[in-house]
């Protein structure tokens, strides 16, 4: 490695610690819903949040029963956001190997010096290391990326490779059930153009394609047999309006929002998609491999549909982040087997690395100030819930729309008003009626925004509950209240001092 190599790996490096460190107490809410359905995990041996009602209210049954083996090791409520900071780690690393230590093109090495400039920005560390399963997605995501093209070139397959292939595929929809689509496009990948040949290698090819869908098929079954159902509740929960404008305009916005995370990795994917197109049609093989190309930089148009058609409500990028970058990850691997192929003219490849510079540098204040803020703000909260003795509430039922800490920290019944943990019935459920449920539930506690409890009025009377407490889920650009309410009084709380005298203030 050339000492400019080096003396960059040291700054990645500093640069990693002082923001993790600072960050350190920084989850997003959702972190500890995973970590409950872990803790029931391990001592009943069920997937199930509330206990003894099994439900599918997690986006990842692999991370749930990754937490809940390294629950033995560590019950800290911090451990989701060590297993994400390590994915995250590990993906930075791989990254960082690449784009140092590897023999690329050109352009693959300008593509992954920019792609490292991407992820170490404040905004990816707050989606990558959140506690949530998106950094280790994206991990599994980038290993089909490394590895794709190298396998694609195999023209003979071992049974090693065809059983480490079919493992991958039943890790991955385990992971999340939509890397279906990445396991279907995927095959193509793996297969490699030899799949669009006519020659003895398409044997091999097939044989790469059909086992890594064998694990994919066999998840499937596993999940349908123990749950009834392919799609998690939170996804059946969280279908929208049903218009398709909206879902797009959410999009647009969140992908806007997360500035040199968000912004960056659409560019580069659109850039890295044209550049490897380049590489492949001044190759040999154009057509068969513009094929895989395709398979290849499928994945985020498609899920972008899908979501469309089903009126999705997205919560954050990090539901788009694994088919950006896999594609982005798979476009500069490709570029790297196709060396011997590279196009003639280079002529834009400084002055795009230039643009792309300023662009980064000019959304880098934005991207900072607002990442902090965010993550920094959730950190107060999560601080907040832990220093809050609300263990007594073990045995009481608890209304709230973000379960996560309010859940984990009182390990009370939980009635969700976004209907994500308490069943497919209640997912179902249209939003008035989740609400109604919860009102009925004689809860002993309200953990809502002023917008839930404007919703919950209808059906409860506010005036003799006081909020005994605020926590602020900070978002980015706007403040995310939620008041912990008691009936009557606060005094359950206030006699072992854990509420400030000026706590205490009806909800408007």
């Known amino acids: 490695m050339k000492r400019s190599g080096m003396l960059a790996c040291v700054g990645i490096a500093i640069w990693l610690f002082a923001v993790l460190f600072v960050t350190r107490y920084y989850m997003l809410d959702d972190a500890l819903i995973h970590l409950r359905y872990a803790a029931h995990l391990q001592t009943f041996h069920q997937i199930a949040y509330n206990g003894g009602q099994q439900d599918y209210g997690t986006s990842s049954i692999l991370y749930v029963c990754l937490l809940a083996c390294l629950r033995w090791l560590s019950n800290s409520p911090l451990l989701p956001k ?41 905004m990816a560390i707050r989606w990558l290391t959140d506690g949530m399963e998106t950094g280790l997605v994206l991990f599994l995501v980038g290993l089909l990326a490394a590895f794709g093209p190298s396998i694609a070139h195999r023209n003979q397959i071992t049974f090693r490779t065809a059983l480490l292939l079919a493992l991958y595929g039943f890790i991955l929809v385990l992971a999340r059930v939509e890397l279906c689509l990445l396991v279907a496009l995927g095959a193509v990948v793996v297969a490699g153009p030899d799949l669009f040949r006519s020659d003895p290698s398409r044997k091999a090819a097939l044989v790469r394609a059909c086992s890594l869908i064998s694990g994919a098929v066999l998840a499937v079954a596993g999940i349908l047999v123990y749950f009834h159902h392919l799609l998690p509740d939170t996804a059946v ?26 912004l960056g990795l659409t560019v580069l994917y659109l850039t890295s998609a044209i550049i490897a197109l380049k590489y492949i049609r001044e190759g040999q093989l154009s057509r068969e491999r513009t094929l895989v190309w395709i398979a290849a930089n499928a994945s985020y148009p498609i899920l972008v549909s899908l979501a469309c058609l089903r009126g999705q409500y997205i919560q954050g990028v990090r539901y788009l982040v694994w088919p950006l970058g896999f594609s982005v990850l798979w476009n500069i691997a490709d570029m790297q087997a196709n060396n011997q192929s590279a196009p003639a003219r280079t002529s834009y490849l400084r002055k795009w690395q230039l643009t792309f510079v300023a662009v980064f540098i000019c959304l880098l204040p934005f991207d900072s100030f607002f990442g902090f803020h965010s993550m920094m703000g959730r950190s107060r909260a999560f601080l907040k819930m832990r220093a809050e003795d609300l263990s007594r509430f073990s045995n009481s039922t608890i209304v709230a729309g973000d379960v996560g800490f309010i859940g984990y920290f009182t390990q009370g019944r939980i009635c969700d008003t976004e209907g994500l943990v308490n069943g497919r019935r209640v997912a179902e459920l249209t939003i008035p009626q989740r609400y109604q449920r919860c009102a009925a539930s004689n809860p002993a506690v309200f953990f809502v925004t002023h917008a839930q409890t404007e919703e919950l009025s209808r059906y409860v009377d506010f005036s003799r509950w006081k909020a005994c407490f605020a926590v602020n889920y900070q978002n980015v650009n706007q403040d995310d209240t939620h008041s912990f309410m008691l009936p009557g009084n606060c005094e359950r709380l206030s006699a072992q001092g854990s509420i400030a005298a000026d706590g205490v203030r009806l909800v408007q």
């Open 237 to 262: 929960a969280k279908i929208a309006s049903g218009e398709s404008l909206e879902t797009l305009t959410t999009i647009f916005r969140m992908t806007a929002s997360s500035f040199a995370f968000g």
């Open 82 to 122: 060590a297993v994400s900071v390590a994915f995250y780690l590990l993906l930075v690393a791989g990254i960082t190997f690449k784009t140092f230590r590897a023999q690329q093109s050109k352009w693959g090495s300008i593509l992954g010096a920019s792609l490292l400039m991407v992820v170490l920005s404040p």
